[in-house]
C-alpha cells in the first residue's frame, strides 16, 4: 500500500520568501503525485500533478513541484509567497485509482 | 470543466437522526465517486469508494451499515449517516473519477459538507 510523509507540520514565511514544502512517499511502483491547497472549512484545490514525463511540474499559483524517483520524494516550492498562500497543503500519492494523503503541512505568512 | 458540488454545505441534525449528503459531478461522467473523512486540523481520510450500479466498498474500520453509501448515477453519489452521533461531526468531502482523461487517475474534489450532530 502507498503511504505519504509530510515532516513539517506547520512552516511560517515571511511574505515574499521563499516556500518549499517536502513530501516523501512509498510506493512500490511508478506513483501518480499530487499537491492540493485547502482554506479553512472549504474543500480541496488541485496545485499540480505529476504523472509521467518531465520531473519539475507547474502548477497554479506560481507553484512548482520536482519528483525525485531516488529519493522519493516530490517537494513543493514557490519562489515568492503571498499573504493568500496562508492555507493547508496537502501532498498525496494514488494508486489503484485511490488517493492517500499526508498529514498535511500547515503555512503561516507573516507580513 | 471537472465540477464537483456537493449539497448540503453544512448541515446540524440531531443525534438519533438521519442525514444525507449529495455528491454531484456536474459537467461529466464519474465512474467512480470517493467519500472522504476529514477532522478538524487532520488530513483526508478515505471511508469509501463507490461505482456505479455496483456497492460501495468500505475501508478498513468503516460502518457500512451506518455510512450508506448510494452511487445511483453516473453523477450522483450519496452518504447518509444513520443514527448519527456526535462523534460523527466532522468535515465529510466527496471526490469523483472521471471515465475519460487523465487515465482516471485524477479525482475531482466537492466542496465539503459540515456535519455537526448535537
Known amino acids: 500500500a502507498q503511504s505519504v510523509t509530510q515532516p513539517d507540520i506547520h512552516i511560517t514565511v515571511s511574505e515574499g520568501a521563499s516556500l518549499e514544502l517536502r513530501c516523501n512517499y512509498s510506493?512500490?511502483?511508478?506513483?501518480?503525485l499530487f499537491w492540493y491547497v485547502q482554506s479553512p472549512g472549504q474543500g480541496l484545490q488541485l496545485l499540480l500533478k505529476y504523472f509521467s514525463g518531465d520531473t519539475l511540474v507547474q502548477g497554479i499559483k506560481g507553484f512548482e513541484a520536482e519528483f525525485k524517483r531516488s529519493q522519493s520524494s516530490f517537494n513543493l516550492r514557490k519562489p515568492s509567497v503571498h499573504w493568500s498562500d496562508a492555507a493547508e497543503y496537502f501532498c498525496a500519492v494514488g494508486a489503484d485509482y485511490k488517493l492517500s494523503f499526508g498529514a498535511g503541512t500547515t503555512v503561516t505568512v507573516r507580513a | 470543466g471537472a465540477v464537483v458540488s456537493q449539497h448540503p454545505s453544512r448541515v446540524i441534525c440531531k443525534s438519533g437522526t438521519s442525514v444525507k449528503i449529495e455528491c454531484r459531478s456536474l459537467d461529466f461522467q464519474a465512474t467512480t465517486m470517493f467519500w472522504y473523512r476529514q477532522f478538524p486540523k487532520q488530513s483526508l481520510m478515505l471511508m469509501a469508494t463507490?461505482?456505479?450500479?455496483?456497492?460501495?466498498?468500505?475501508e478498513q474500520g468503516v460502518e457500512k451499515d451506518k455510512f450508506l453509501i448510494n452511487h445511483a448515477s453516473l453523477t450522483l453519489s450519496t452518504l447518509t449517516v444513520t443514527s448519527a452521533h456526535p462523534e460523527d461531526s466532522s468535515f465529510y468531502i466527496c471526490?469523483?473519477?472521471?471515465?475519460?482523461?487523465?487515465?482516471?487517475?485524477?479525482?475531482?474534489f466537492g466542496p465539503g459538507t459540515r456535519l455537526t450532530v448535537t
Open positions: 463507490s461505482n456505479e450500479g455496483s456497492k460501495a466498498t468500505y
Open positions: 471526490s469523483a473519477r472521471a471515465s475519460t482523461g487523465t487515465s482516471g487517475r485524477e479525482q475531482y
Open positions: 510506493y512500490g511502483a511508478t506513483p501518480y
